[in-house]
């Protein structure tokens, strides 16, 4: 029952959450002809809105795509992030620490910086490809490391992931210090922004969104085996490097996808998961549905924020999401040392 209520809640959550960014823009949209029109798109639904062409055009035109397109960003991080922490039986893991963000950030510097906008969509491209390289070679290197003795698999990982993140680092900051001119570019890039969302980017990656998610909802019980040790799970029957292998590529596609659109967003990976656990237990079977409905409502918040707080300017979402995530994460560091020896 409790299960079923953090569901219903999160759904509702992320209901509440679209319909304010949908609401509330630069444009002044009148709330209920608004209310009306996106009720008339609900089949056998017929309301009429009284609407203009012109504020029309802002709803479905300008406002839905971003409201769709931050809900897909924001529950892929989520998801992705509660993935990784149950393969690595680690809360403080993202993609950020297999080098998923530091190959993403690489990518597009690169496309920035020597193809310009000669090339259409090639930062998020390029933004997709290296970060589903970064997380690659991180892994054959954590995996060949392992092979020969020494630490856990998973310890073994994640420490490739810190070396091949910081080596890819390295390079951006040796192409960026080439070429200034572009430090701008990349670091608008960088700091993350849903600004410019069409449908055409929803359908994009739609497919690697949906794919991603079904893939590691379905992993759900294997991760809470998982959770109770190695040796457990083969004593049940269960292959742990394969299904490894599986979340973490499975995650990996999910956060390449995000992250190909909308920059680097930080801190959404790590903190949903946790908030998703004080509702409703450690069981990935919940955790992983919930973070993504959790981590859905809360980007298009934030971006409702990023687009509105300094309106007609806005904010990078980034930034939004490390002034509400950093307090979080303090919160969730005092919440494990009180719950260790």
Known sequence: MRRSSALCAAAAFLVAAALVSALVGAADLNPLATAAALADKIPFVRLPSGLSALDRAVLFQIRLPRVVLGALVGGLLAISGAGYQGVFRNPLVDSGLLGAS???????????????GAVPDAVPVAAFVGSLAGVAVAY????????????????????????????????????????AQDVQAVYTWLLGSLSGATWQQVTSILPYAAVSTVIVLLHGRHLDVLAVGDEEARALGMRPAAVRLIVVAAC???????????????????????????????????????SLLIGAGFLVLADTLARTVLSPAELPIGVVTALAGSPAFIWILRGLRAAGP
């Open 102 to 116: 530091a190959g993403a950030g690489l990518g597009a510097t690169l496309a920035i910086v020597y193809m310009g």
């Open 140 to 179: 054959a290197a954590g995996a060949a490391a392992s092979a020969r003795g020494g630490m856990t698999g998973t310890a073994t990982l994640l420490l490739a992931g810190v070396a091949v993140g910081s080596f890819l680092t390295a390079v951006q900051t040796f192409i960026l210090q080439r070429s």
């Open 252 to 290: 990996t596609l999910a956060a390449a996808s995000a992250v190909a659109v909308s920059g680097l967003i930080g801190f959404v990976g790590i903190v949903v998961p946790h908030v998703a656990r004080r509702f409703a237990g450690p069981g990935y079977r919940i955790v992983l549905p919930l």
